[in-house]
């Protein structure tokens, strides 16, 4: 049986359009502190949307390490919708960030909204972030991509998945091996009870497609948090990486993504729940 879980990368001839991401070869691993993603330990990158106060994410920072999480994420820039809503705290962010890791010694996984900000970002970060409204952002893909720093690359959500594969591109290109590609949801032709679709047979398609490490963000696909769970569950069990979910100690008065935010004791019961899972495929944390 060929499954995705007893992986062999990419088993057919690269396309030429993504020949660096599509190469033949065994799964890229990337090194983040202590932890590797794309091994046999799945990355539990976990955290809140977006970095609000000190104590809300030593708060957040704190449960989630508690409950497993092995990297720590947070937004300091926001891209935002609507220019209304909240932003981010920007560079205040990204110090408490810093405090955070040194406390929890947790790597730490923050977004980057624009060309300008990625020296500044890759200041603080373990990991950059690229999110869904800038994966064409082909620019500060390849600003970001020369800082040398791992990538998360999240999926536009109106994105095919060879347009993805090429945005992955733009940062190998720039000699960056290091890219996480994370799906997150697309957009959905019924947002009465989802955020987006979640698209868990791309999961499938890039673990044939490409050598590099895929993640899945159940929190934006579901925008509820009820479904973390399962969806979290369905990911691991395409033989996803690793999984990003957003936790927030009050997510009722969270600024951003409330409603699909966990509480540090609902994502406790998500890691417990994936446990068995990972056992049944020779996985763990
Ligand atoms: C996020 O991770 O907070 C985020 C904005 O995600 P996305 O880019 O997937 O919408
Ligand atoms: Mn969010």
């Known amino acids: 049986m060929t499954t995705c879980i007893t992986e062999k990368a990419t088993q057919k001839e690269p396309s030429k359009a993504y020949q660096l991401v599509g190469r033949q070869k065994e799964r890229t691993k990337i090194k983040v502190g202590h932890y590797e993603i794309g091994g046999e330990k799945v990355a539990i990158i ?4 977006s970095v609000e106060s000190n104590e809300q994410l030593l708060s957040a920072a704190l449960a989630v390490k508690e409950a497993g999480a092995t990297i720590l994420r947070g937004g300091a820039f926001k891209p935002r919708t609507s220019p209304y809503d909240f932003q981010g705290l920007g560079l205040p962010a990204l110090k408490m960030l810093a405090e955070a890791r040194k406390i929890t010694s947790l790597p730490i996984a923050t977004e980057v909204v624009d060309s300008e900000d990625v020296d500044l970002v ?12 800038n994966m064409s952002a082909f620019r500060l893909l390849q600003k970001a991509a020369k800082t040398g720093k791992p990538i998360i690359l999240k999926r536009g959500f109106q994105a095919t998945i060879k347009e993805w594969l090429l945005s992955a591109e733009y940062i190998l290109a720039q000699g960056n091996e290091n890219v996480i590609l994370c799906e997150r949801g697309i957009r959905t032709f019924d947002s ?12 499938s398609v890039l673990m044939k497609e490409t050598h590099l490490p895929i993640i899945v963000d ?9 479904l973390i769970y399962p969806m ?12 990003m979910i957003e936790v927030h100690p009050n997510p009722n008065k969270a600024l951003c ?8 004791s609902q994502f406790k019961e998500v890691i417990e729940g994936i446990k068995p899972l990972l056992a049944t495929q020779k996985r763990s944390i």
Not at 46 to 49: S, Y
Not at 122 to 133: H, K, P, T, W
């Open 46 to 49: 976990a955290g809140p949307c």
């Open 122 to 133: 890759a200041e603080y970060a373990d990991i950059l972030q690229i999110g869904s409204r």
């Open 192 to 203: 009465e009870f989802t955020r987006n679709t979640l698209d868990l047979g791309a999961v």
């Open 218 to 226: 159940p929190s934006h696909a579901a925008g509820r948090a009820d």
């Open 232 to 243: 979290s569950l369905g990911a691991l069990a395409m033989g996803a990486h690793g999984l």
């Open 257 to 264: 993504d409330g409603k699909q935010s966990l509480t540090p």
